[in-house]
């Protein structure tokens, strides 16, 4: 791995494992995300009986186990499946797939320059997982520029590979949410007062994290569409966009409304 990890995991901790030979007693697995090995008991696969232990793990399935005790003096770990939530799963899949995809990513970076692997984490693999996480890095670098690397540190050669290789190989997932606003002006030029409250509104949105269109349904009534990260934002910017372009409008002597669309 690119990336450096401390050579034991801790109590508590949760890993990533390949089960690799299923007793009767328990699992052997592999510790994916460490050079090691460790056991989970039959007693710790779940908290109702069991029957057949492989209804429960099988050889060669990924699984999220949660570190109950480690021994460096004996080279033992043992693990817990029954003790991981549903929610800790979930978390924990999410984590790790990203972290698989920083490597692949770092080792574009690597082809991209002429460098090892091991020299361009070391060189800015490093720092940038220690200020915003590798995967993170890579997705803030596409977002917001390389700008977001080379101040802490990371030459400009390798900034820029980092964000020609984000460019290519990350497309960040956008939520969408719908509005519908009514607008009337009586003025006889009631029509470009409409569109120039939407201009004013939009010209007021900088973030270039949100993407928004408005259109025609059937006048009066306007929609709103908003894109963007997450649903917060997503909500945020319709509500403020909306709010803004019918302030625009009863300011020019119309009238006004939104609703938001399910």
């Known amino acids: 791995m690119a990336s450096r990890n401390q050579e034991w995991p801790e109590v508590g901790d949760l890993v990533m494992a390949t089960v690799e030979n299923v007793k009767d007693y328990g699992a052997y697995v592999k510790l994916d995300e460490y050079d090691k090995k460790g056991l989970l008991h039959i007693s710790e696969i779940s908290?109702?009986?069991?029957?057949?232990?492989?209804?429960?793990?099988?050889?060669?399935?990924?699984?999220?186990?949660?570190?109950?005790?480690?021994?460096?003096?004996?080279?033992?770990?043992?693990?817990?499946?029954?003790?991981?939530?549903?929610?800790?799963?979930?978390?924990?899949?999410?984590?790790?797939?990203?972290?698989?995809?920083?490597?692949?990513?770092?080792?574009?970076?690597?082809?991209?320059?002429?460098?090892?692997?091991?020299?361009?984490?070391e060189k800015a693999g490093a720092p940038i997982e220690n200020e915003y996480g590798l995967y993170e890095g890579f997705e803030k670098v596409?977002?917001?520029?390389?700008?977001?690397?080379?101040?802490?540190?990371?030459?400009?050669?390798?900034?820029?590979?980092?964000?020609?290789?984000?460019?290519?190989?990350?497309?960040?997932?956008?939520?969408?949410?719908?509005?519908?606003?009514?607008?009337?002006?009586?003025?006889?030029?009631?029509?470009?007062?409409?569109?120039?409250?939407?201009?004013?509104?939009?010209?007021?949105e900088k973030s270039k994290d949100v993407n928004l269109r408005f259109y025609v349904i059937a006048a009066p009534k306007y929609g709103i569409d908003v894109l963007a990260e997450n649903y917060k934002q997503a909500e945020a910017t319709l509500q403020r966009f909306a709010e803004k372009t019918v302030s625009n409008i009863v300011k020019a002597g119309g009238k006004g409304s939104f609703r938001r669309e399910k």
Request: charged letters at 35%; hydrophobic letters at 40%; aromatic letters at 4%.
């Open 47 to 121: 908290s109702s009986w069991i029957r057949n232990i492989r209804n429960f793990v099988r050889e060669s399935q990924k699984v999220v186990l949660k570190v109950l005790r480690v021994s460096i003096e004996k080279g033992h770990i043992d693990l817990s499946l029954r003790r991981v939530t549903k929610r800790e799963k979930i978390e924990k899949i999410k984590s790790w797939k990203r972290k698989r995809k920083a490597e692949a990513l770092l080792r574009n970076v690597a082809e991209r320059t002429s460098m090892s692997p091991e020299e361009v984490y």
């Open 142 to 204: 596409l977002k917001e520029g390389v700008e977001v690397l080379t101040k802490i540190g990371v030459t400009d050669q390798l900034a820029t590979a980092f964000a020609e290789v984000a460019q290519e190989r990350i497309r960040i997932p956008m939520v969408k949410v719908k509005g519908v606003v009514e607008l009337r002006c009586a003025k006889p030029n009631g029509v470009t007062i409409i569109k120039k409250a939407f201009m004013k509104a939009k010209k007021g």
